[in-house]
């Protein structure tokens, strides 16, 4: 018999499902849709009492619909009345339609509670199961203060069943991960490593992901569950096949348990203890001895649970990297998997090399299968294992082979996906440089990269070429050739072109002795491409022809010409006819001399990080980064190749609108359209990088950039901020609730709430005369860069406020970026037809984004120490404006949203904190140190933050606290 | 951690759509079809992981699949599970819907979305493995289906014309494929 009964259905259920399953079109579908949630909509208002069985039928109903992509906005007090049925059946569809609906954010929460409360301690092993379960799916924080100190007594009672330790251990893994601090372990920790030892192999398996998230953040209150995992493991690994009963899955004993195990081990050191180390390295000889036997069944399941096991032991002698005889084991059984017939374990063994490539004791045994990894990345069907493939050859890649490599890996690029193209090209680039002997393999590599992948080098590519080719004078003449001859194709790509303009700017000379390469011929061959390039190229081609000019003097002439015709000089993008106007009048009215100064050779780049590989590494970070930079680029690279079939106005706009708004799109008063934060590597902003190193070549593009915005004359509508602004602004920022502002008609309230980087603010607008405000609008906005850092959501207000009356209004706020200027908030109402207008701050400061760091005084002192550079830090010494009480400043400290720290600073007196700043893009560190003089009156504040920014907005902000 | 499970049929029609992590619901459906078309136009003996779509996060996150018969299984997950590991896991959970639908097929998913839901839930819970073993997850499901059989009373009656409705859409009759250990009904359906 079937363990569900497919008979004891919901008859209404399935006929709305065939009903459905019926309909011959998409608008078909949905008007059955629209017409059911009619129905149960008015079921659930109407006056007729519903019971529990027709309340299930619907919220099932609703769970259908819900799966079929439509909006559920309703339903949910049905679903939370089920909850406290005494039928199982109903509870549990309550349940199930709050874990799938219900985010953690929502209203409901409180009366979800009082339902968990009750089923957890009803005593009945299945409603417990239930409530856990729901706790665990929704995890709110709510959920967690509401439970977090019941859950751990329920997981390690003795009377606790099984099945009900296994949901109460996954369950508090749930809270901790989103309140770690409320979930206080102390007095659990050894009881809860010691579930380990559980008879009942479920309960180890779900207590194994608790333990292991515990022991990730705190590794030395949970060490002692090395030793009970290496027991429990060896206990399983030399088990016989049978011995575990239903934990042995196709002849393979829990191969679960043991993945979760090894993986657990990954967490500490090689264990210290010679007698726990020594079993923990007969388990992993096994488990590679029995690789090599016979398998026990031919199943594939049998071969993945073997392997699965296999897998994770081998990460674990990685993760030691110190024996090196289980590595040189574990590379040979990889170096087996490479030539497996099955995908997947080509694919891992791929993946588990590129760790195992790191390690001094294997490096060399991973490149003896240097062949069979460029034969995977030339002849995979599957674009994942080619993806593994390129990675490991990236991985393993040394002085000794990096021309094979390379050579390998460009000729694959020539067909490789589009998906991986940008990082492959970046891979190449990078290796290139590192392991270059002679700098003219490099070059030719580069050229070689942009002529095969145009499209993909990104800018950090050709820009760094230039960076190498300007600090070594030894390749600059092989460069300067390599690029002349790489211009003469018919069809090169813009960035050879970028590249070509740059060299032959400065290095040109260098070949010009030969008549084939003579000024003339090297200028022509450049201007034969000018039209077809986008506007960031044709401005720096032009800076390439200044530079000729004194390169050159015989072909000034020429040179002037160009500049003067009405296609350069009365261009309608400003920065190429402001560059046509300069250059040329710089060529017409300086001396030589004073051209030979201001057009002189580039001085080489101070040395620092690739911005290649910072970019690579950025890639790896974040995911959503990399594929907008990625479509960015596209996106150019497309608009830059169509640029020739369109007249030079079109594609300046074009160029205009997909890269960083240039000055252009100011005049037209676009800037706006422009997208706001676009990716900080797009063409205009690094040419004026290139040029700004270089000083006195490129005087007008950073320049104009803000003049047309700062002068624009300010718009009338919204009032400026009232003079108290500011203050006001202050009396919030280690506060949230209160009232912003007064005066006789109007009185404002705050209450807001942050997490993480988001926030939301309630504002209470009270009326406090007795008449009516009429066109009550309000209007919150970001001024300048604090678009592009803040976002700020509201709805508008209610445009009539009685006399007396209080309306509200809820703003949503998102942490983008960190920033130092306040929202404003403007309201505008007509009090006895008399317009008022004012505009406040609204106070939302960086600190509300702090996340509390406890730390202990060794890490506070390391941290500290690593953020010293200059930049970093920000001090000030102030005059006390507030009483010096402890307690007060203690609040105030608290208030800020860092974490007060005790016993840190040698000096009770003194006061320090730890935070960090959540921002949609990144998460800044922050240090704090107080340091009042309580004769003096005076205070000194440091901070040190991992952004400089941030460092002096906070200690701006404070000075003012205190 | 295992942060989303998908089952969608071979039109990329979903079946069952579990989020680990909060997702809005047109986030929830737009992750469902980006997943559909990276699985889709993957052929059956490439490999079964692949890096995760841009939607659910990076480069951290993987698409661990299985492809049975009309539908796929599809586990995203984090770089803290063992990608073989996972694909067992997926096999188990295919397997214990196979012992008690008795050879679960689509419709079996179509018409008891709840049950394949509570099922589900005794073998992940928020994301984390809470059971492995199939008799003991089988039993758990047995535990529940006599609650519900003795709360059964009066409403279970007119639940009977399930099944009667169940074989109205079939055009024809279904014909077994086998695929591992497990049968797989395939009716083939028009797809709505």
Same mark, same amino acid.
């Given at each position: 018999?079937?363990?569900?009964?497919?008979g004891?259905?919901?008859?209404g259920?399935?006929?709305?499902?065939?009903?459905?399953?019926?309909?011959?079109?998409?608008?078909?579908?949905?008007?059955?849709?629209?017409?059911?949630?009619?129905?149960i909509?008015?079921?659930?208002?109407?006056?007729?009492?519903?019971?529990?069985?027709?309340?299930?039928?619907?919220?099932?109903?609703?769970?259908?619909?819900?799966?079929?992509?439509?909006?559920?906005?309703?339903?949910?007090?049905?679903?939370?009345?089920?909850?406290?049925?005494?039928?199982?059946?109903?509870?549990?569809?309550?349940?199930?339609?709050?874990?799938?609906?219900?985010?953690?954010?929502?209203?409901?929460?409180?009366?979800?509670?009082?339902?968990?409360?009750?089923?957890?301690?009803?005593?009945?092993?299945?409603?417990?199961?239930?409530?856990?379960?729901?706790?665990a799916?929704?995890?709110?924080?709510?959920?967690?203060?509401?439970?977090?100190?019941?859950?751990?007594?329920?997981?390690?009672?003795?009377?606790?069943?099984?099945?009900?330790?296994?949901?109460?251990?996954?369950?508090?893994?749930?809270?901790?991960?989103?309140?770690?601090?409320?979930?206080?372990?102390?007095?659990?920790?050894?009881?809860?490593?010691?579930?380990?030892?559980?008879?009942?192999?479920?309960?180890?398996?779900?207590?194994?992901?608790?333990?292991?998230?515990?022991?990730?953040?705190?590794?030395?209150?949970?060490?002692?569950?090395?030793?009970?995992?290496?027991?429990?493991?060896?206990?399983?690994?030399?088990?016989?096949?049978?011995?575990?009963?239903?934990?042995?899955?196709?002849?393979?004993?829990?191969?679960?348990?043991?993945?979760?195990?090894?993986?657990?081990?990954?967490?500490?050191?090689?264990?210290?203890?010679?007698?726990v180390?020594?079993?923990?390295?007969?388990?992993?000889?096994?488990?590679?001895?029995?690789?090599?036997?016979?398998?026990?069944?031919?199943?594939?399941?049998?071969?993945?649970?073997?392997?699965?096991?296999?897998?994770?032991?081998?990460?674990?002698?990685?993760?030691?990297?110190?024996?090196?005889?289980?590595?040189?084991?574990?590379?040979?059984?990889?170096?087996?998997?490479?030539?497996?017939?099955?995908?997947?374990?080509?694919?891992?063994?791929?993946?588990?090399?590129?760790?195992?490539?790191?390690?001094?004791?294997?490096?060399?045994?991973?490149?003896?299968?240097?062949?069979?990894?460029?034969?995977?990345?030339?002849?995979?069907?599957?674009?994942?294992?080619?993806q593994?493939?390129?990675?490991?050859?990236?991985?393993?890649?040394?002085?000794?082979?990096?021309?094979?490599?390379?050579?390998?890996?460009?000729?694959?690029?020539?067909?490789?996906?589009?998906?991986?193209?940008?990082?492959?090209?970046?891979?190449?680039?990078?290796?290139?440089?590192?392991?270059?002997?002679?700098?003219?393999?490099?070059?030719?590599?580069?050229?070689?990269?942009?002529?095969?992948?145009?499209?993909?080098?990104?800018?950090?590519?050709?820009?760094?070429?230039?960076?190498?080719?300007?600090?070594?004078?030894?390749?600059?003449?092989?460069?300067?050739?390599?690029?002349f001859?790489?211009?003469?194709?018919?069809?090169?790509?813009?960035?050879?072109?970028k590249?070509?303009?740059?060299?032959?700017?400065?290095?040109?000379?260098?070949?010009?002795?030969?008549?084939?390469?003579?000024?003339?011929v090297?200028?022509?061959?450049?201007?034969?491409?000018?039209?077809?390039?986008?506007?960031?190229?044709?401005?720096?081609?032009?800076?390439?022809y200044?530079?000729?000019?004194?390169?050159?003097?015989?072909?000034?002439?020429?040179?002037?010409?160009?500049?003067?015709?009405?296609?350069?000089?009365?261009?309608?993008?400003?920065?190429?006819?402001?560059?046509?106007?300069?250059?040329?009048k710089?060529?017409?009215?300086?001396?030589?001399?004073?051209?030979?100064?201001?057009?002189?050779?580039?001085?080489?780049?101070?040395?620092?990080?690739?911005?290649?590989?910072?970019?690579?590494?950025?890639?790896?970070?974040?995911?959503?980064?990399?594929?907008?930079?990625?479509?960015?680029?596209?996106?150019?690279?497309?608009?830059?190749?169509?640029?020739?079939?369109?007249?030079?106005?079109?594609?300046?706009?074009?160029?205009?609108?997909?890269?960083?708004?240039?000055?252009?799109?100011?005049?037209?008063?676009?800037?706006?359209?422009?997208?706001?934060?676009?990716?900080?590597?797009?063409?205009g902003?690094?040419l004026?990088?290139?040029?700004?190193?270089?000083?006195?070549?490129?005087?007008?593009?950073?320049?104009?950039?803000?003049?047309?915005?700062?002068?624009?004359?300010?718009?009338e509508?919204?009032?400026?901020?009232?003079?108290?602004?500011?203050?006001?602004?202050?009396?919030?920022?280690?506060?949230?609730?209160?009232?912003?502002?007064?005066?006789?008609?109007?009185?404002?309230?705050?209450?807001?709430?942050?997490?993480?980087?988001?926030?939301?603010?309630?504002?209470?607008?009270?009326?406090?005369?007795?008449?009516?405000?009429?066109?009550?609008?309000?209007?919150?906005?970001?001024p300048?860069?604090?678009?592009?850092?803040?976002?700020?959501?509201?709805?508008?207000?209610?445009?009539?406020?009685?006399?007396?009356?209080?309306?509200?209004?809820?703003?949503?706020i998102?942490?983008?970026?960190?920033?130092?200027?306040?929202?404003?908030?403007?309201?505008?109402?007509?009090?006895?037809?008399?317009?008022?207008?004012?505009?406040?701050k609204?106070?939302?400061?960086?600190?509300?984004?702090?996340?509390?760091?406890?730390?202990?005084?060794?890490?506070?002192?390391?941290?500290?120490?690593?953020?010293?550079?200059?930049?970093?830090?920000?001090?000030?010494?102030?005059?006390?404006?507030?009483?010096?009480?402890?307690?007060?400043?203690?609040a105030?400290?608290?208030?800020?949203?860092?974490?007060l720290?005790?016993?840190?600073?040698?000096?009770?007196?003194?006061?320090?904190?730890?935070?960090?700043?959540?921002?949609?893009?990144?998460?800044?560190?922050?240090?704090?140190?107080?340091?009042?003089?309580?004769?003096?009156?005076?205070?000194?504040?440091?901070?040190?933050?991992?952004?400089?920014?941030?460092?002096?907005?906070?200690?701006?902000?404070?000075?003012?606290?205190? | 951690?295992?942060?989303?499970?998908?089952?969608?049929?071979?039109?990329?029609?979903?079946?069952?759509?579990?989020f680990?992590?909060?997702?809005?619901?047109?986030?929830?459906?737009?992750?469902?079809?980006?997943?559909?078309?990276?699985?889709?136009?993957?052929?059956?003996?490439?490999?079964? &992981?692949?890096?995760?779509? +841009?939607?659910?996060?990076?480069?951290?996150?993987? !698409? /661990?699949?299985?492809?049975?018969? #009309? @539908?796929?299984?599809? &586990?995203?997950?984090?770089? +803290?599970?063992?990608?073989?590991?996972?694909?067992? !896991? /997926?096999q188990?959970?295919?397997? #214990? @819907?196979d012992?008690? &639908?008795?050879?679960?097929?689509?419709?079996?998913?179509?018409?008891?979305?709840?049950?394949?839901?509570?099922?589900?839930?005794?073998?992940?819970?928020?994301?984390?493995?809470?059971?492995?073993?199939?008799?003991?997850?089988?039993?758990?499901?047995?535990?529940?289906?006599?609650?519900?059989?003795?709360?059964?009373?009066?409403?279970?009656?007119?639940?009977?014309?399930?099944?009667?409705?169940?074989?109205m859409?079939?055009?024809?009759?279904?014909?077994?494929?086998?695929?591992?250990?497990?049968?797989?009904?395939?009716?083939?359906?028009?797809?709505?």
């Open positions: 018999m079937p363990a569900v009964s497919k004891d259905g919901m008859r259920l399935a006929v709305f499902i065939s009903d459905i399953r019926n309909c011959k079109s998409k608008e078909a579908e949905i008007k059955r849709i629209n017409k059911e949630l009619a129905n909509r008015s079921k659930f208002k109407g006056d007729k009492a519903l019971d529990g069985y027709s309340k299930k039928k619907y919220v099932c109903k609703l769970l259908f619909i819900f799966l079929l992509g439509h909006d559920i906005d309703f339903g949910h007090m049905e679903a939370v009345n089920l909850l406290s049925s005494n039928k199982y059946t109903e509870k549990q569809i309550g349940y199930l339609f709050i874990s799938v609906l219900v985010n953690s954010n929502s209203e409901l929460i409180r009366l979800i509670n009082n339902a968990i409360k009750n089923d957890l301690s009803s005593r009945n092993p299945t409603f417990m199961c239930l409530a856990l379960h729901c706790i799916n929704v995890g709110s924080r709510e959920m967690a203060e509401a439970f977090a100190s019941e859950i751990p007594r329920i997981l390690v009672a003795g009377d606790t069943m099984d099945s009900v330790k296994q949901s109460a251990a996954l369950c508090l893994l749930r809270l901790y991960k989103t309140s770690p601090d409320l979930v206080l372990m102390g007095e659990w920790t050894s009881r809860v490593v010691h579930l380990l030892n559980d008879q009942h192999m479920g309960v180890v398996t779900a207590a194994i992901s608790l333990i292991t998230c515990l022991s990730q953040k705190n590794p030395d209150e949970f060490k002692t569950c090395v030793s009970l995992a290496v027991s429990r493991l060896s206990r399983i690994v030399s088990s016989a096949s049978t011995d575990l009963q239903d934990y042995t899955y196709y002849f393979v004993p829990a191969p679960w348990l043991s993945c979760k195990l090894l993986r657990l081990l990954q967490c500490y050191p090689p264990p210290e203890d010679g007698a180390k020594g079993r923990l390295v007969e388990c992993l000889e096994t488990i590679l001895n029995k690789a090599q036997e016979p398998p026990k069944s031919k199943k594939v399941q049998h071969s993945n649970a073997k392997n699965a096991i296999l897998f994770e032991a081998i990460s674990l002698i990685i993760h030691y990297d110190s024996e090196p005889n289980l590595l040189v084991r574990a590379c040979n059984q990889l170096g087996q998997f490479l030539q497996h017939r099955e995908t997947n374990l080509r694919y891992l063994a791929l993946e588990s090399m590129c760790t195992l490539a790191s390690s001094e004791f294997s490096h060399e045994a991973v490149k003896t299968h240097i062949e069979t990894v460029i034969n995977a990345l030339k002849t995979e069907r599957d674009v994942s294992v080619r593994r493939a390129a990675d490991l050859l990236y991985a393993m890649c040394d002085r000794s082979n990096a021309k094979q490599i390379v050579a390998e890996m460009l000729s694959y690029l020539e067909t490789a996906d589009y998906s991986i193209r940008e990082e492959m090209v970046l891979k190449v680039a990078i290796l290139a440089e590192k392991y270059a002997i002679d700098y003219s393999w490099y070059v030719d590599t580069i050229l070689n990269l942009i002529r095969i992948a145009g499209d993909y080098v990104s800018e950090e590519v050709w820009y760094r070429v230039i960076q190498i080719v300007i600090n070594r004078d030894d390749v600059q003449g092989y460069a300067a050739k390599t690029v001859e790489a211009l003469q194709a018919p069809a090169c790509h813009e960035n050879m072109v590249v070509g303009g740059y060299i032959l700017g400065e290095f040109g000379n260098l070949i010009a002795g030969d008549p084939r390469s003579s000024p003339l090297q200028f022509n061959l450049l201007h034969s491409k000018f039209h077809l390039c986008s506007v960031p190229t044709r401005a720096l081609l032009l800076s390439a200044i530079k000729f000019i004194n390169l050159f003097p015989e072909t000034k002439a020429t040179i002037q010409e160009v500049l003067r015709c009405d296609s350069q000089i009365r261009n309608s993008d400003v920065e190429l006819q402001q560059r046509a106007v300069e250059y040329l710089l060529s017409s009215i300086a001396s030589t001399d004073v051209l030979a100064t201001v057009l002189e050779e580039m001085p080489p780049f101070p040395e620092r990080e690739s911005s290649i590989l910072a970019k690579l590494k950025k890639k790896k970070g974040p995911g959503a980064v990399s594929v907008t930079e990625l479509e960015d680029s596209k996106r150019e690279g497309g608009e830059l190749n169509g640029g020739g079939d369109r007249g030079p106005d079109t594609a300046a706009m074009a160029a205009s609108n997909t890269s960083t708004p240039s000055p252009s799109a100011d005049l037209l008063g676009i800037r706006s359209a422009a997208p706001v934060g676009a990716a900080p590597s797009s063409a902003s690094l004026v990088d290139v040029f700004s190193e270089a000083g006195p070549t490129a005087p007008s593009a950073a320049v104009n950039d803000d003049g047309f915005l700062s002068s624009a004359p300010p718009s509508d919204p009032a400026p901020p009232l003079s108290e602004a500011d203050e006001l602004l202050n009396k919030f920022v280690c506060k949230n609730n209160g009232v912003l502002f007064e005066n006789q008609l109007l009185q404002i309230g705050i209450k807001s709430e942050y997490r993480q980087n988001l926030g939301r603010m309630y504002l209470f607008y009270g009326n406090k005369t007795s008449v009516q405000f009429a066109s009550f609008t309000t209007t919150v906005s970001c300048g860069e604090l678009q592009s850092q803040l976002n700020v959501q509201t709805k508008p207000v209610e445009p009539l406020v009685e006399g007396g009356a209080q309306i509200q209004q809820v703003l949503n998102e942490c983008l970026s960190d920033f130092s200027e306040a929202p404003l908030l403007n309201i505008k109402f007509r009090y006895g037809g008399a317009l008022q207008n004012l505009t406040l609204l106070p939302v400061t960086i600190n509300k984004f702090f996340q509390p760091t406890e730390m202990s005084s060794h890490d506070f002192f390391q941290r500290w120490k690593q953020l010293s550079q200059p930049q970093q830090e920000a001090q000030k010494i102030f005059k006390a404006n507030h009483s010096m009480d402890t307690e007060v400043l203690k105030k400290l608290l208030g800020l949203g860092t974490a720290l005790d016993n840190v600073d040698p000096n009770p007196e003194n006061y320090v904190c730890a935070g960090v700043i959540q921002t949609k893009s990144q998460q800044v560190g922050c240090l704090l140190r107080l340091e009042p003089n309580a004769q003096a009156q005076m205070y000194r504040l440091t901070l040190r933050c991992s952004k400089d920014s941030v460092s002096r907005r906070l200690c701006e902000l404070l000075a003012q606290q205190f | 951690m295992i942060k989303a499970i998908l089952i969608f049929n071979n039109h990329g029609k979903p079946r069952l759509i579990r680990y992590q909060y997702f809005a619901e047109d986030m929830q459906q737009q992750i469902v079809r980006e997943t559909f078309h990276l699985v889709s136009k993957r052929d059956d003996n490439v490999c079964n &992981f692949l890096e995760g779509g +841009s939607l659910i996060g990076g480069s951290d996150y993987k !698409l /661990i699949y299985r492809h049975y018969a #009309t @539908l796929y299984f599809v &586990f995203c997950v984090d770089s +803290s599970e063992s990608e073989l590991g996972i694909l067992d !896991l /997926i188990v959970f295919v397997e #214990t @819907l012992k008690c &639908f008795e050879n679960v097929c689509e419709l079996d998913l179509i018409f008891h979305m709840d049950k394949v839901h509570y099922i589900l839930q005794e073998v992940v819970m928020g994301g984390m493995v809470l059971e492995t073993n199939m008799n003991e997850i089988v039993a758990q499901v047995e535990v529940q289906n006599r609650m519900e059989k003795s709360e059964g009373g009066l409403s279970a009656a007119p639940a009977r014309a399930v099944s009667a409705v169940k074989n859409n079939l055009p024809e009759i279904p014909r077994n494929i086998n695929i591992g250990d497990i049968n797989i009904k395939v009716p083939s359906l028009s797809p709505f």
